[in-house]
């Protein structure tokens, strides 16, 4: 991540990507409640590399960035390895729908996360 907003560090995904493009994403990848409980919202200040968040927060604004890029081929090393098993279930569910198109490669430490 970083240095910027929370919507500026989405938007490397999708320079042109609008609000609801960015609350989409968000949501997909389970950042939006976290997002949005912050009193500036996607308007949050991050620090560089994204160090005033938690592990499983930057994963899954970076699960963001690639979300809204809505691309053929999507990659994701060891992306899901700070998040609880609740919510990698159902971010993993949310992420399938929304790249039922493209090739996905996941590459996990826990055999859940790519069992299907």
Excluded at 106 to 113: F, K, P, S
């Amino acid at each position: 991540l970083f240095t910027g907003t929370i919507a500026e560090n989405i938007r490397y995904g999708k320079e042109d990507a609008s609000h609801k493009d960015l609350h989409q994403a968000a949501d997909v990848a389970q950042a939006k409640d976290f997002i949005e409980s912050r009193e500036e919202g996607f308007a949050t200040h991050l620090a560089e590399g994204g160090s005033n968040l938690s592990g499983g927060q930057k994963q899954r604004l970076s699960i963001a960035r690639a979300v809204i890029k809505n691309t053929d081929i999507y990659i994701f090393d060891d992306s899901f390895s700070a998040l609880d098993y609740r919510t990698d279930a159902i971010l993993r569910r949310r992420l399938k729908e929304v790249t039922q198109n493209a090739t996905v490669l996941i590459v996990a430490q826990r055999v859940g996360t790519i069992m299907d």
